[in-house]
């Protein structure tokens, strides 16, 4: 008969290390890290390419955050740096509409590369998910910026097609993050319709 809670207490063991062992794979999987470096050897679409990958890793992010939140409205901080992540995506739509809807040069130097080890991933509190949206917000800056400089080094004169294409990619992905923050924060405000279609 003691052989029994003997194998139990063994068995149990067992199970509690290997959730252990599993819980942080589960926790680092639910990370979303950006490392990303614009390479002007590559084609410009290519480049833009690579600004929509790392838009695409915020929306994710954003989406992990909305998430986190408890029913109702958000609290005052959340609220707050959900608001600012919005604008940071319309920031990016703008930039994106200045090139392909007016004639307007842009002019930028953004960073040759970013990145973003999304630290705060784990931390579901308030103050964890404030410096989450921190940090989307820090990376959409840095995307926007190189979207700057890439649009500053393109040929005077009517944007390509495979460069609007690109270009309309990434208004598309800011624009889908800036929809879910509306929808979230129960806003009717959302991105301006584009001027143009690709």
Do not use: W
């Not at 680092?28 to 050897?41: E, H, I, K, T, Y």
């Not at 705060?120 to 921190?134: H, I, K, P, V, W």
Request: with cysteine.
């Amino acid at each position: 008969m003691t052989r029994f809670p003997a194998r139990l207490v063994t068995i149990v063991s067992l199970v509690a290390c290997v959730s252990l062992a599993a819980a942080p794979g589960a926790v680092a999987a639910d990370r979303l890290p950006v490392r990303s470096v614009d390479d002007s050897s590559l084609s410009m679409a290519n480049r833009i390419g690579a600004v929509d990958n790392v838009v695409t890793a915020m929306d994710a992010r954003i989406d992990r955050i909305i998430g986190s939140l408890p029913e109702g409205h958000p609290p005052a901080p959340i609220f707050e740096s959900l608001t600012a992540s919005q604008a940071s995506m319309h920031t990016l739509i703008a930039t994106i509409d200045s090139k392909l809807c007016t004639q307007d040069t842009t002019y930028g130097t953004g960073d040759a590369s970013l990145a973003d080890g999304d630290v705060f991933a784990e931390d579901r509190t308030a103050s964890g998910l404030t410096n989450q949206l921190g940090s989307v917000r820090t990376v959409l800056a840095e995307a926007n910026g190189r979207l700057i400089r890439i649009i500053g080094s393109m040929p005077v004169g009517p944007t390509t097609f495979e460069l609007e294409v690109a270009l309309t990619a990434v208004r598309q992905t800011a624009a889908g993050g800036f929809d879910a923050i509306a929808i979230r924060i129960g806003t009717d405000i959302h991105p301006p319709s584009p001027c143009h279609s690709a």
